[in-house]
């Protein structure tokens, strides 16, 4: 069977860093281990003296710490009912192979295929088998650049799990994972890029072009340049972004829309009088301040304080 793209990309987080289902588990879920890395990615191919062929989507073994473990990713975007079988026949064959702890932690995205993954399945003569499962609310919302930068791919999780939620938040992430681009290989750079775009909002796509005219500075230059430029890879988001907020007219017209901007995507929404003064507005440096004050203010009035 063909994966999707969501299956993919979501997959590919979890290659480019090995150490992130680990981590997830342990630190996310509350699972606890005593494994450690190396972390090493192994053969997905399960068959064994049966007649069908076992493969999980990817195995990764954790040979260091006081006890190891191997843990067998799969990405679950709809019901299948096949993997109530596959799934327990998972873990016990790469137990057997590895003589260690396996643990089957299932990425579930969407909330009712969640549920159905985790519901216990039983083996008979009294066993039964539970899938560890990632779903959507149990993914960090990694909104500090330092902890992004440090897991390029936590943080992109983070985006396709929340950026389409509540704006101010998806906003935070998405600056964050924009900001962990830096470093990264140009490839890979591009890949998260468009996944962390395609995931936010209008809201927070929004907000996050506002902040480019304004001297917003990125620690990446290659998010920096790609959302100044309007330019993404393959999804275009720098085009939807120019179709949201249609054309600027002129500087001041710009900055007065990027005020509008913040204060919507912050849920103050101004009155249609104090809207129309900001953008009859027409001095810069009155705009700049309007702009500063929209970012921490608790009502759209405070604004002509």
Do not use: W
């Given at each position: 069977m063909a994966l999707s793209l969501e299956h993919s990309a979501l997959l590919l987080l979890f290659?480019?860093?090995?150490t992130l289902a680990l981590e997830l588990l342990r630190d996310a879920l509350?699972?606890?281990?005593?494994?450690?890395?190396?972390?090493?990615?192994?053969?997905?191919?399960?068959?064994?003296?049966?007649?069908?062929?076992?493969?999980?989507?990817?195995?990764v073994r954790y040979s260091g710490g006081s006890e190891p473990l191997v843990i067998a990713v799969e990405v679950q975007l709809e019901r299948d009912q096949e993997k109530r079988y596959s799934w327990p026949a998972y873990s016990a064959l790469l137990r057997a192979r590895f003589r260690c702890r396996v643990c089957l932690l299932v990425v579930a995205p969407r909330p009712s295929v969640a549920r159905w993954c985790a519901r216990p399945i039983d083996l008979g003569n009294g066993a039964m088998f539970t899938p560890v499962v990632l779903s959507a609310e149990a993914i960090p919302k990694v909104v500090d650049a330092a902890v992004?930068?440090?897991?390029?791919?936590?943080?992109?999780?983070?985006?396709?799990?929340?950026?389409?939620?509540?704006?101010?938040?998806a906003t935070a992430i998405g600056v964050a994972g924009l900001s962990a681009l830096e470093g990264l290989e140009t490839g890979i750079a591009m890949i998260y890029f468009d996944l962390i775009s395609a995931a936010l909002g209008e809201a927070a796509r929004k907000a996050i072009e506002a902040m480019i005219p304004q001297g917003y500075k990125f620690q990446s230059e290659f998010a920096l340049k790609h959302i100044a430029e309007g330019r993404a890879i393959g999804l275009k988001i720098g085009e939807a972004i120019g179709e949201a907020r249609g054309e600027a007219i002129g500087e001041a017209r710009a900055k007065a829309n990027a005020v509008l901007t913040v204060l919507e995507v912050r849920g103050l929404n101004p009155s249609a009088e104090a809207r129309a003064r900001i953008l009859a507005c027409s001095e810069r440096t009155q705009l700049d301040s309007w702009l500063q004050r929209a970012a921490t203010a608790t009502d759209s009035s405070e604004l002509f304080e």
């Open positions: 290659q480019n860093r090995p509350g699972v606890p281990v005593n494994a450690a890395e190396p972390a090493l990615i192994e053969s997905v191919d399960l068959t064994a003296a049966l007649p069908a062929e076992y493969r999980a989507d990817l195995v992004a930068r440090a897991s390029p791919e936590l943080s992109v999780l983070s985006a396709l799990a929340h950026g389409g939620g509540d704006p101010a938040t």
